[in-house]
């Protein structure tokens, strides 16, 4: 049996979240109207932020926000003061990136993302010789209506370590609503 989905009427858009409405016709021509929310028929969630000028003198030995502070794009407006905040339950993926420069050889940089103000995912990078590192932190989790996500950095080096801009980032995607 082949279905097709027809056109929504404009005036069904954009309906609240209880109140979506598709049309599914069968080959016969004989309508069903199937009620989904707004979540599933408007599936794709996500934000991508990232640090716009690179940030001088960061903190040594101090796990420390990132404060992104620019935007690739944000699909439903869900990043605001510098943490993204899951619209709906459901299956994201997560992205963070620490990228460190002017480090010091044999020291250790972190990116730390956390949920709900506690580590969630965690990288580590060992500097073998003077320069940059960049040091990625990814997952996919489960993150109900309002839980949060933020991006961390950490490390050891008592120069004067950068953290270097558009190459510092949190993406933050949903995968399947729940």
């Given at each position: 049996?082949?279905?097709?989905?027809?056109?929504?009427?404009?005036?069904?858009?954009?309906?609240?979240?209880?109140?979506?409405?598709?049309?599914?016709?069968?080959?016969?021509?004989?309508?069903?109207?199937?009620?989904?929310?707004?979540?599933?028929?408007?599936?794709?969630?996500?934000?991508?932020?990232?640090?716009?000028?690179?940030?001088?003198?960061?903190?040594?030995?101090?796990?420390?926000?990132?404060?992104?502070?620019?935007?690739?794009y944000?699909?439903?407006?869900n990043?605001?003061?510098?943490?993204?905040?899951a619209?709906?339950?459901?299956?994201?993926?997560?992205?963070?990136?620490?990228?460190?420069?002017?480090?010091?050889?044999?020291?250790a940089?972190?990116?730390?993302?956390?949920?709900?103000?506690?580590?969630?995912?965690?990288?580590?990078?060992?500097?073998?010789?003077?320069?940059?590192?960049?040091?990625?932190?990814?997952?996919?989790?489960?993150?109900?209506?309002?839980?949060?996500?933020?991006?961390?950095?950490?490390?050891?080096?008592?120069?004067?370590?950068?953290?270097?801009?558009?190459?510092?980032?949190?993406?933050?995607?949903?995968?399947?609503?729940?």
């Amino acid at each position: 049996m082949t279905i097709k989905i027809s056109a929504l009427p404009e005036s069904t858009i954009p309906p609240a979240a209880t109140d979506v409405f598709a049309t599914v016709e069968n080959m016969g021509g004989a309508k069903v109207t199937k009620r989904k929310p707004w979540s599933v028929i408007n599936a794709f969630v996500g934000a991508r932020a990232y640090l716009s000028a690179t940030l001088g003198t960061t903190v040594s030995g101090a796990t420390t926000k990132v404060l992104l502070d620019a935007e690739s794009y944000d699909v439903g407006g869900n990043f605001a003061a510098y943490k993204f905040v899951a619209p709906v339950n459901g299956y994201y993926q997560i992205v963070g990136q620490v990228f460190f420069t002017g480090c010091a050889a044999d020291k250790a940089f972190y990116a730390i993302v956390n949920k709900n103000n506690a580590a969630l995912a965690q990288s580590h990078s060992q500097t073998s010789a003077a320069g940059a590192t960049a040091v990625p932190a990814t997952d996919i989790v489960y993150l109900a209506a309002t839980d949060y996500i933020e991006l961390f950095y950490n490390h050891n080096d008592a120069t004067t370590v950068d953290l270097f801009a558009g190459f510092t980032y949190l993406t933050v995607v949903l995968l399947k609503a729940a």
